[in-house]
């Protein structure tokens, strides 16, 4: 079966770096979208950013633009968000998520998403 599988959260400094990985297996993700949501303590999950599986076309919701990046690795099924510049909001569990969208849609999708990973944690101290 499809399984997501995150790693690489932790605590962090404002102002420092994190890279999240997310392992994916049991299916091919050619035409998929792959993509990363969050959700802080007493907030619903939002969109954080989205790639496509098959062409590395990628989309960010405002608030990360120019401080996070999303990749993939397609011989390793790992997608990546590496994020610098973090700020205390930037504080939640980071879930990855996979859907046979278009990547740039896979933020409206949030509740009909065929994949989801367990979630990672971040926390980003003042």
């Known amino acids: 079966q499809v399984q997501l599988v995150e790693s690489g959260g932790g605590l962090v400094q404002a102002g420092g770096s994190l890279n999240l990985s997310c392992a994916a297996s049991g299916r091919t993700f050619s035409g998929y979208a792959m993509g990363w949501f969050r959700q802080a303590p007493g907030k619903e999950r939002e969109f954080v950013a989205s790639i496509s599986w098959s062409t590395g076309s990628t989309y960010y919701v405002d608030s990360v633009k120019g401080r996070f990046t999303i990749s993939r690795d397609t011989a390793k099924n790992t997608v990546y968000l590496q994020m610098n510049s973090l700020k205390p909001e930037d504080t939640a569990v980071y879930y990855c998520?996979?859907?046979?969208?278009?990547?740039?849609?896979?933020?409206?999708?949030?509740?009909?998403?065929?994949?989801w990973g367990k979630g990672t944690l971040v926390t980003v101290s003042s």
């Open positions: 998520a996979a859907d046979p969208i278009v990547y740039r849609f896979l933020g409206t999708r949030k509740n009909g998403i065929n994949y």
